[in-house]
């Protein structure tokens, strides 16, 4: 499974259309494993296209979270 992490300095970003990066992140469910990163750039701030990107980055296999 890959996860996307909105992060901004360094940190956990609370809002992912406002985030400088994702950390792209692919784990093993049953061993609980991290499997490796991926740093990249976030895309720009409109509507509708963080969520196009996302799917296109992640395989469409991404779990999301937003607070």
């Not at 406002?18 to 740093?39: K, S």
């Amino acid at each position: 499974m890959r996860i996307a992490i909105p992060v901004t300095q360094g940190r956990l970003s609370p809002h992912f259309g406002h985030c400088e990066t994702f950390a792209l992140v692919d784990v093993d469910l049953e061993d609980r494993t991290i499997l490796g990163q991926v740093d990249t750039a976030a895309p720009p701030h409109e509507p509708g296209v963080l969520p196009a990107w996302l799917a296109s980055e992640l395989d469409a296999g991404a779990n999301a979270c937003d607070h």
